[in-house]
Protein backbone atom coordinates (compact mmCIF):
# COMPACT_ATOMS: atom_id res chain seq x y z
CA UNK A 1 0.00 0.00 0.00
CA UNK A 2 1.32 3.43 -0.91
CA UNK A 3 0.59 6.61 1.01
CA UNK A 4 0.53 10.04 0.00
CA UNK A 5 -0.63 13.74 1.30
CA UNK A 6 -1.25 16.94 -0.52
CA UNK A 7 -1.01 20.09 1.55
CA UNK A 8 -1.72 23.77 0.43
CA UNK A 9 -1.91 26.66 2.83
CA UNK A 10 -3.74 28.65 0.53
CA UNK A 11 -6.83 30.54 1.07
CA UNK A 12 -10.37 29.90 -0.81
CA UNK A 13 -12.77 32.16 -2.33
CA UNK A 14 -14.76 35.06 -0.67
CA UNK A 15 -18.45 33.61 -1.19
CA UNK A 16 -17.21 29.83 0.07
CA UNK A 17 -15.99 32.07 3.16
CA UNK A 18 -18.94 33.90 3.62
CA UNK A 19 -20.65 31.06 2.95
CA UNK A 20 -19.43 29.17 5.96
CA UNK A 21 -19.94 32.35 8.01
CA UNK A 22 -23.74 32.35 7.51
CA UNK A 23 -24.30 28.96 8.26
CA UNK A 24 -21.34 29.39 11.26
CA UNK A 25 -24.10 32.83 12.72
CA UNK A 26 -26.95 30.08 12.19
CA UNK A 27 -25.79 27.10 13.88
CA UNK A 28 -24.41 29.78 16.45
CA UNK A 29 -27.63 31.70 16.97
CA UNK A 30 -30.28 29.15 17.08
CA UNK A 31 -28.08 26.24 18.61
CA UNK A 32 -24.91 28.00 20.49
CA UNK A 33 -22.60 26.03 18.18
CA UNK A 34 -23.31 22.77 17.79
CA UNK A 35 -21.82 20.67 15.35
CA UNK A 36 -23.32 19.58 12.13
CA UNK A 37 -24.40 15.87 13.54
CA UNK A 38 -24.89 16.58 17.75
CA UNK A 39 -26.51 19.64 19.37
CA UNK A 40 -26.53 20.17 23.18
CA UNK A 41 -29.76 19.67 24.32
CA UNK A 42 -29.75 21.50 27.35
CA UNK A 43 -29.32 24.60 25.49
CA UNK A 44 -32.78 26.34 25.37
CA UNK A 45 -31.32 30.21 25.02
CA UNK A 46 -30.76 31.71 21.17
CA UNK A 47 -28.83 34.17 22.66
CA UNK A 48 -25.39 34.17 20.92
CA UNK A 49 -22.38 33.35 23.25
CA UNK A 50 -18.87 34.11 21.31
CA UNK A 51 -17.14 32.03 23.96
CA UNK A 52 -18.71 28.93 22.24
CA UNK A 53 -16.47 27.17 19.68
CA UNK A 54 -17.29 27.21 16.46
CA UNK A 55 -17.07 23.88 14.36
CA UNK A 56 -16.00 25.87 11.26
CA UNK A 57 -12.61 26.99 10.21
CA UNK A 58 -12.18 30.26 8.73
CA UNK A 59 -10.73 28.57 5.56
CA UNK A 60 -10.45 25.17 4.92
CA UNK A 61 -7.58 22.49 5.60
CA UNK A 62 -6.84 20.88 2.03
CA UNK A 63 -4.35 18.84 2.88
CA UNK A 64 -5.51 15.43 1.63
CA UNK A 65 -4.65 11.75 3.26
CA UNK A 66 -4.41 9.15 -0.01
CA UNK A 67 -3.26 5.67 -0.26
CA UNK A 68 -4.13 2.69 -2.58
CA UNK A 69 -3.39 -0.67 -2.40
CA UNK A 70 -5.04 -4.04 -4.22
CA UNK A 71 -4.85 -7.88 -3.80
CA UNK A 72 -4.13 -10.96 -5.55
CA UNK A 73 -8.33 -11.65 -5.64
CA UNK A 74 -8.73 -8.51 -8.87
CA UNK A 75 -9.70 -6.09 -6.25
CA UNK A 76 -7.97 -2.58 -6.09
CA UNK A 77 -8.91 0.63 -4.19
CA UNK A 78 -7.53 3.90 -2.93
CA UNK A 79 -8.98 6.30 -0.34
CA UNK A 80 -8.63 9.96 0.18
CA UNK A 81 -9.72 12.07 3.44
CA UNK A 82 -9.80 15.60 3.70
CA UNK A 83 -10.32 17.97 6.90
CA UNK A 84 -12.15 20.65 5.07
CA UNK A 85 -13.82 23.51 6.54
CA UNK A 86 -14.33 21.88 10.49
CA UNK A 87 -12.69 22.46 13.01
CA UNK A 88 -11.65 18.49 13.87
CA UNK A 89 -10.73 15.69 11.61
CA UNK A 90 -13.52 13.26 13.10
CA UNK A 91 -13.27 10.28 9.47
CA UNK A 92 -11.38 7.31 9.86
CA UNK A 93 -11.13 4.26 7.84
CA UNK A 94 -10.33 0.60 7.24
CA UNK A 95 -9.17 -0.82 4.30
CA UNK A 96 -8.39 -4.73 4.16
CA UNK A 97 -8.00 -5.75 0.42
CA UNK A 98 -7.07 -9.39 1.57
CA UNK A 99 -8.04 -10.95 4.84
CA UNK A 100 -6.22 -13.62 6.54
CA UNK A 101 -6.49 -17.37 7.31
CA UNK A 102 -9.55 -19.52 6.01
CA UNK A 103 -10.56 -15.73 4.60
CA UNK A 104 -8.16 -15.38 2.57
CA UNK A 105 -10.08 -14.98 -0.37
CA UNK A 106 -12.39 -12.08 1.51
CA UNK A 107 -11.99 -7.97 1.87
CA UNK A 108 -13.30 -5.91 4.04
CA UNK A 109 -13.18 -2.15 3.71
CA UNK A 110 -14.68 0.62 6.46
CA UNK A 111 -15.93 4.46 6.74
CA UNK A 112 -16.56 5.65 10.16
CA UNK A 113 -18.09 9.23 9.91
CA UNK A 114 -17.24 10.41 14.04
CA UNK A 115 -19.33 13.28 15.89
CA UNK A 116 -18.51 15.44 19.20
CA UNK A 117 -15.20 13.48 18.72
CA UNK A 118 -13.04 10.98 16.82
CA UNK A 119 -12.81 8.73 19.92
CA UNK A 120 -15.49 6.03 18.70
CA UNK A 121 -14.77 6.42 15.12
CA UNK A 122 -11.27 6.00 15.64
CA UNK A 123 -11.74 2.52 17.66
CA UNK A 124 -14.04 1.04 15.79
CA UNK A 125 -11.55 1.77 12.36
CA UNK A 126 -8.96 0.04 14.35
CA UNK A 127 -11.18 -3.12 15.84
CA UNK A 128 -14.72 -3.44 14.21
CA UNK A 129 -13.91 -6.49 12.25
CA UNK A 130 -12.47 -8.13 15.26
CA UNK A 131 -15.11 -8.32 16.88
CA UNK A 132 -17.44 -9.17 14.23
CA UNK A 133 -15.12 -12.08 12.91
CA UNK A 134 -14.85 -13.38 16.90
CA UNK A 135 -18.79 -14.18 16.65
CA UNK A 136 -17.98 -16.86 14.48
CA UNK A 137 -20.40 -16.21 11.99
CA UNK A 138 -18.26 -14.86 8.95
CA UNK A 139 -17.17 -17.98 7.20
CA UNK A 140 -15.52 -19.33 4.57
CA UNK A 141 -18.60 -21.37 3.43
CA UNK A 142 -20.54 -18.24 2.61
CA UNK A 143 -23.51 -19.08 4.18
CA UNK A 144 -25.35 -15.39 3.62
CA UNK A 145 -27.82 -15.92 6.33
CA UNK A 146 -25.33 -17.07 9.23
CA UNK A 147 -22.67 -13.61 7.74
CA UNK A 148 -25.27 -11.41 8.37
CA UNK A 149 -25.85 -12.51 11.39
CA UNK A 150 -22.28 -12.40 12.48
CA UNK A 151 -21.57 -9.01 10.90
CA UNK A 152 -25.30 -7.77 12.76
CA UNK A 153 -23.81 -9.55 15.86
CA UNK A 154 -20.42 -7.76 15.89
CA UNK A 155 -21.64 -4.48 15.78
CA UNK A 156 -23.61 -4.83 18.87
CA UNK A 157 -21.00 -6.38 20.55
CA UNK A 158 -18.85 -3.52 20.27
CA UNK A 159 -20.63 -1.14 21.22
CA UNK A 160 -21.39 -2.93 24.24
CA UNK A 161 -17.92 -2.93 25.12
CA UNK A 162 -17.01 0.55 24.29
CA UNK A 163 -20.12 1.79 26.45
CA UNK A 164 -18.31 -0.13 29.54
CA UNK A 165 -15.23 1.22 28.43
CA UNK A 166 -16.24 4.70 27.91
CA UNK A 167 -17.19 5.12 31.66
CA UNK A 168 -14.13 3.59 32.42
CA UNK A 169 -11.77 6.01 31.00
CA UNK A 170 -14.04 8.71 30.58
CA UNK A 171 -14.51 9.03 27.19
CA UNK A 172 -15.86 11.83 25.09
CA UNK A 173 -19.32 11.79 24.30
CA UNK A 174 -18.84 10.95 20.80
CA UNK A 175 -20.39 8.71 18.14
CA UNK A 176 -19.67 7.51 14.79
CA UNK A 177 -21.55 5.94 11.92
CA UNK A 178 -20.08 3.04 10.15
CA UNK A 179 -20.42 2.02 6.35
CA UNK A 180 -19.07 -0.87 4.90
CA UNK A 181 -18.52 -3.97 2.68
CA UNK A 182 -17.50 -7.14 3.00
CA UNK A 183 -16.25 -8.91 -0.10
CA UNK A 184 -16.24 -13.12 -0.42
CA UNK A 185 -15.93 -14.99 -4.23
CA UNK A 186 -19.52 -14.89 -4.31
CA UNK A 187 -20.96 -12.07 -2.61
CA UNK A 188 -20.97 -8.76 -1.55
CA UNK A 189 -21.95 -7.56 2.01
CA UNK A 190 -23.24 -4.00 2.37
CA UNK A 191 -23.06 -3.09 5.77
CA UNK A 192 -24.48 0.59 7.03
CA UNK A 193 -25.28 2.34 10.78
CA UNK A 194 -26.10 6.14 10.16
CA UNK A 195 -26.19 8.04 7.40
CA UNK A 196 -22.58 7.53 5.26
CA UNK A 197 -23.61 5.34 2.69
CA UNK A 198 -21.74 2.89 0.14
CA UNK A 199 -23.26 1.81 -3.63
CA UNK A 200 -22.22 -0.39 -6.28
CA UNK A 201 -22.09 0.92 -10.10
CA UNK A 202 -23.19 -2.37 -12.11
CA UNK A 203 -22.83 -1.91 -15.95
CA UNK A 204 -23.26 1.64 -15.89
CA UNK A 205 -25.81 2.08 -13.54
CA UNK A 206 -26.38 2.27 -9.55
CA UNK A 207 -27.74 -1.31 -9.00
CA UNK A 208 -27.35 -1.23 -4.66
CA UNK A 209 -27.15 1.61 -2.42
CA UNK A 210 -27.74 1.81 1.38
CA UNK A 211 -30.17 3.63 2.64
CA UNK A 212 -29.52 6.77 4.99
CA UNK A 213 -30.71 6.34 9.01
CA UNK A 214 -32.47 9.88 9.91
CA UNK A 215 -34.16 10.25 12.65
CA UNK A 216 -37.47 11.52 10.66
CA UNK A 217 -37.86 7.79 8.60
CA UNK A 218 -41.07 6.25 9.73
CA UNK A 219 -39.33 3.19 11.00
CA UNK A 220 -36.68 5.00 12.85
CA UNK A 221 -38.94 7.59 14.47
CA UNK A 222 -40.88 5.05 15.73
CA UNK A 223 -38.08 3.57 18.00
CA UNK A 224 -37.28 6.49 18.99
CA UNK A 225 -40.87 7.51 19.96
CA UNK A 226 -41.18 3.84 21.75
CA UNK A 227 -37.61 4.66 23.70
CA UNK A 228 -39.35 7.73 25.15
CA UNK A 229 -37.86 10.25 22.47
CA UNK A 230 -38.99 12.49 20.15
CA UNK A 231 -38.21 13.97 16.53
CA UNK A 232 -37.65 17.44 16.76
CA UNK A 233 -36.04 19.74 14.22
CA UNK A 234 -35.17 16.08 12.24
CA UNK A 235 -32.99 14.98 14.84
CA UNK A 236 -33.45 12.66 17.87
CA UNK A 237 -34.41 14.86 20.95
CA UNK A 238 -33.24 18.13 18.54
CA UNK A 239 -30.04 16.90 19.02
CA UNK A 240 -28.65 13.59 16.96
CA UNK A 241 -29.06 14.02 13.31
CA UNK A 242 -28.50 10.35 12.91
CA UNK A 243 -30.81 7.28 13.83
CA UNK A 244 -28.40 4.25 14.49
CA UNK A 245 -24.78 4.90 15.08
CA UNK A 246 -21.87 3.16 17.34
CA UNK A 247 -21.35 5.22 20.74
CA UNK A 248 -23.28 8.18 21.29
CA UNK A 249 -24.16 6.57 25.10
CA UNK A 250 -26.22 9.67 26.12
CA UNK A 251 -28.89 8.39 23.95
CA UNK A 252 -28.30 4.25 25.49
CA UNK A 253 -28.86 4.60 29.05
CA UNK A 254 -32.07 3.12 29.22
CA UNK A 255 -30.68 -0.41 30.80
CA UNK A 256 -33.31 -2.42 30.72
CA UNK A 257 -33.95 -1.84 27.20
CA UNK A 258 -32.32 -3.87 24.07
CA UNK A 259 -29.66 -2.40 22.96
CA UNK A 260 -31.66 -2.00 19.09
CA UNK A 261 -34.63 -0.42 21.27
CA UNK A 262 -32.53 2.37 22.61
CA UNK A 263 -32.88 6.22 21.44
CA UNK A 264 -29.72 5.39 18.97
CA UNK A 265 -29.19 1.52 17.97
CA UNK A 266 -26.21 0.60 16.75
CA UNK A 267 -27.75 -1.93 15.07
CA UNK A 268 -26.67 -2.08 11.45
CA UNK A 269 -28.49 -3.23 8.22
CA UNK A 270 -26.45 -5.52 6.03
CA UNK A 271 -27.53 -6.66 2.75
CA UNK A 272 -25.55 -9.16 0.16
CA UNK A 273 -25.84 -8.74 -3.22
CA UNK A 274 -24.13 -11.66 -5.31
CA UNK A 275 -21.36 -10.58 -7.89
CA UNK A 276 -21.38 -10.53 -11.75
CA UNK A 277 -18.99 -9.74 -14.32
CA UNK A 278 -20.43 -6.78 -14.89
CA UNK A 279 -19.75 -5.32 -11.14
CA UNK A 280 -17.31 -2.29 -12.23
CA UNK A 281 -16.53 -0.62 -8.80
CA UNK A 282 -17.92 0.32 -5.26
CA UNK A 283 -17.64 4.10 -3.48
CA UNK A 284 -17.85 4.17 0.01
CA UNK A 285 -18.14 7.80 1.85
CA UNK A 286 -19.08 9.73 4.72
CA UNK A 287 -21.90 12.18 4.29
CA UNK A 288 -19.58 15.14 3.17
CA UNK A 289 -20.10 13.62 0.09
CA UNK A 290 -23.13 12.77 -0.57
CA UNK A 291 -24.58 16.15 1.07
CA UNK A 292 -22.93 17.56 -1.88
CA UNK A 293 -23.31 14.90 -4.90
CA UNK A 294 -26.21 12.19 -5.43
CA UNK A 295 -25.85 8.53 -6.70
CA UNK A 296 -25.89 8.61 -10.16
CA UNK A 297 -24.18 11.98 -10.55
CA UNK A 298 -21.34 10.31 -8.52
CA UNK A 299 -21.43 6.76 -10.36
CA UNK A 300 -20.97 8.79 -13.30
CA UNK A 301 -18.79 11.15 -12.53
CA UNK A 302 -16.54 8.34 -11.47
CA UNK A 303 -17.14 6.17 -14.37
CA UNK A 304 -15.92 9.22 -16.65
CA UNK A 305 -12.61 9.23 -15.25
CA UNK A 306 -11.86 5.78 -14.88
CA UNK A 307 -11.81 5.85 -18.71
CA UNK A 308 -9.46 9.28 -18.63
CA UNK A 309 -7.08 8.08 -15.80
CA UNK A 310 -5.53 5.43 -14.74
CA UNK A 311 -4.39 6.49 -10.97
CA UNK A 312 -7.28 5.78 -8.77
CA UNK A 313 -6.29 7.71 -6.10
CA UNK A 314 -6.41 10.63 -7.90
CA UNK A 315 -9.99 10.12 -9.08
CA UNK A 316 -10.61 10.22 -5.54
CA UNK A 317 -9.10 13.29 -4.89
CA UNK A 318 -11.09 14.59 -7.90
CA UNK A 319 -14.34 13.75 -5.99
CA UNK A 320 -13.02 15.50 -2.54
CA UNK A 321 -12.31 18.69 -4.68
CA UNK A 322 -15.74 18.78 -7.05
CA UNK A 323 -17.44 18.30 -3.52
CA UNK A 324 -15.60 21.10 -1.63
CA UNK A 325 -16.38 23.03 -4.25
CA UNK A 326 -20.32 22.09 -4.77
CA UNK A 327 -20.51 23.38 -1.06
CA UNK A 328 -19.58 20.42 1.42
CA UNK A 329 -18.82 21.98 4.44
CA UNK A 330 -17.96 18.75 6.40
CA UNK A 331 -15.55 15.98 6.69
CA UNK A 332 -14.75 14.30 3.54
CA UNK A 333 -13.72 10.71 3.09
CA UNK A 334 -13.84 8.02 0.30
CA UNK A 335 -12.92 4.66 -1.00
CA UNK A 336 -13.24 3.71 -4.31
CA UNK A 337 -13.35 -0.27 -5.40
CA UNK A 338 -12.61 -1.62 -8.68
CA UNK A 339 -13.50 -4.66 -9.78
CA UNK A 340 -11.96 -6.47 -12.96
CA UNK A 341 -14.95 -5.21 -14.92
CA UNK A 342 -14.55 -1.76 -14.01
CA UNK A 343 -14.07 0.49 -16.91
CA UNK A 344 -10.63 1.44 -18.35
CA UNK A 345 -8.52 4.02 -20.02
CA UNK A 346 -9.90 4.39 -23.48
CA UNK A 347 -8.04 6.33 -26.93
CA UNK A 348 -11.68 7.60 -27.56
CA UNK A 349 -12.42 9.06 -24.16
CA UNK A 350 -8.83 10.76 -24.00
CA UNK A 351 -9.44 12.50 -27.49
CA UNK A 352 -12.66 13.79 -26.42
CA UNK A 353 -11.49 14.94 -22.93
CA UNK A 354 -8.72 16.45 -25.44
CA UNK A 355 -11.22 18.38 -27.47
CA UNK A 356 -13.01 19.52 -24.38
CA UNK A 357 -9.81 21.19 -23.12
CA UNK A 358 -9.37 22.76 -26.18
CA UNK A 359 -13.03 24.25 -26.25
CA UNK A 360 -12.54 25.38 -22.43
CA UNK A 361 -8.77 27.35 -23.28
CA UNK A 362 -10.60 29.36 -26.20
CA UNK A 363 -14.14 30.05 -24.65
CA UNK A 364 -11.45 31.32 -21.50
CA UNK A 365 -9.68 33.25 -24.90
CA UNK A 366 -12.83 34.40 -25.82
CA UNK A 367 -13.93 35.99 -22.24
CA UNK A 368 -11.05 37.50 -21.61
CA UNK A 369 -11.05 39.70 -24.93
CA UNK A 370 -14.57 40.27 -24.29
CA UNK A 371 -13.49 41.95 -20.53
CA UNK A 372 -10.85 43.67 -22.02
CA UNK A 373 -12.66 44.94 -24.72
CA UNK A 374 -14.54 46.79 -21.98
CA UNK A 375 -11.23 48.25 -20.31
CA UNK A 376 -12.11 46.04 -17.48
CA UNK A 377 -9.42 43.67 -15.55
CA UNK A 378 -9.97 40.04 -16.25
CA UNK A 379 -11.18 38.23 -13.27
CA UNK A 380 -11.22 34.31 -12.51
CA UNK A 381 -14.59 34.40 -10.68
CA UNK A 382 -16.93 36.05 -13.61
CA UNK A 383 -14.77 34.00 -16.14
CA UNK A 384 -16.39 30.55 -14.16
CA UNK A 385 -20.27 32.39 -14.16
CA UNK A 386 -19.88 32.97 -18.09
CA UNK A 387 -18.81 29.56 -18.20
CA UNK A 388 -21.36 28.16 -16.12
CA UNK A 389 -23.93 29.93 -17.60
CA UNK A 390 -23.16 28.44 -21.13
CA UNK A 391 -23.73 25.16 -22.66
CA UNK A 392 -20.99 22.68 -22.54
CA UNK A 393 -21.10 19.32 -24.18
CA UNK A 394 -18.93 16.59 -23.09
CA UNK A 395 -18.36 18.26 -19.83
CA UNK A 396 -17.75 15.07 -17.09
CA UNK A 397 -21.39 13.73 -16.15
CA UNK A 398 -21.95 14.79 -12.46
CA UNK A 399 -18.93 17.14 -12.14
CA UNK A 400 -19.47 20.16 -14.72
CA UNK A 401 -17.54 22.76 -15.56
CA UNK A 402 -16.26 22.58 -11.65
CA UNK A 403 -14.55 19.61 -12.00
CA UNK A 404 -12.32 21.22 -14.76
CA UNK A 405 -11.24 23.90 -12.89
CA UNK A 406 -7.37 22.86 -13.70
CA UNK A 407 -8.21 22.91 -16.86
CA UNK A 408 -9.77 26.91 -16.29
CA UNK A 409 -6.71 28.11 -14.47
CA UNK A 410 -4.14 26.95 -17.09
CA UNK A 411 -6.38 28.64 -19.63
CA UNK A 412 -6.59 31.49 -17.40
CA UNK A 413 -2.92 31.97 -16.41
CA UNK A 414 -2.10 31.37 -20.49
CA UNK A 415 -4.30 34.37 -21.63
CA UNK A 416 -4.05 36.74 -18.96
CA UNK A 417 -1.41 39.19 -19.66
CA UNK A 418 -0.84 40.99 -16.35
CA UNK A 419 -0.06 39.52 -13.40
CA UNK A 420 -2.31 40.77 -11.00
CA UNK A 421 -5.02 37.73 -11.10
CA UNK A 422 -2.60 35.38 -10.26
CA UNK A 423 -3.35 35.91 -6.47
CA UNK A 424 -7.12 35.32 -7.36
CA UNK A 425 -5.92 32.12 -9.16
CA UNK A 426 -4.41 30.74 -6.26
CA UNK A 427 -7.39 32.26 -4.14
CA UNK A 428 -9.97 30.44 -6.17
CA UNK A 429 -8.80 26.74 -7.04
CA UNK A 430 -5.30 26.05 -5.84
CA UNK A 431 -5.36 22.69 -3.65
Known amino acids: MRTARRASNVEVPSFLRQLVKETEKMVTFFFKGGTADTIPEEEDSCDEDDSMPSPYLDRPILEKHISEGGSDLGVNYALASMQGWRAQMEDAHTCMPQLKGELTDWAYFAVFDGHAGNTVAQYCSRNLLEHILATGGVKADNNPEQVKEGIRQGFLDIDRHMHKVSHRDSWERSGSTAAAVMISPRYIYFI???????????????????????????????????????????????????????????????????????????????????????????????????????????????????????????????????????????????????????????????????????????????????????????????????????????????????????????????????????????????N
Open 192 to 430: NCGDSRTLLCHDGKVVFYTEDHKPFNPREKERIQNAGGSVTLQRVNGSLAVSRALGDFDFKEVEWRPQTEQLVSPEPEVCEVERTPEDEFLILACDGVWDAIGNEELCSFVRSRLQVCNDLRDICAQVIDLCLYKGSLDNISIIIICFPGAPQVSQEALQQEAALERHIDMKVEEIIQMIKSKKEDPDLLYVIKILAAEEMPGLPPGGGITSKRDCIISAYQKHISSKSQEPMVRLFYS
